[in-house]
């Protein structure tokens, strides 16, 4: 595991570990930034019957290049606060650029 000196994200091997604070029923879908220690997202969809979770893996699809198959909320299916598992992301979106580094990059 790749450490570093943001507690939102981390790599494990290929993987993107992103710990994330959504806000639904957004104006528009976006990267905010750090809040408590999390990344905020804010998203569109509601918070009902899913919506919401279904939605912020379709975004992060496609902010992250990669099928929506390869993003899995692993933690906080219910609730605003989720960790969130990439794999392979192929790019890095450019809002985050300079705050996540590439895979395999130390930061000790």
Known sequence: MTA???AWWQ????DLLL???LQPRAANDGFVGEHGGRLKIRITAPPVDGQANAH????LAKAFGVPQQQVQIEQGETGRSKRIR???PS???QELRGTIAPAG???D
């Open 56 to 59: 912020l893996i379709r975004f």
């Open 86 to 88: 990439i794999r392979t």
């Open 105 to 107: 990059t130390a930061h």
């Open 19 to 21: 710990h994330c604070y």
């Open 4 to 6: 570093n000196p943001n």
């Open 91 to 93: 790019k890095i979106p």
């Open 11 to 14: 790599w494990q091997q290929q």
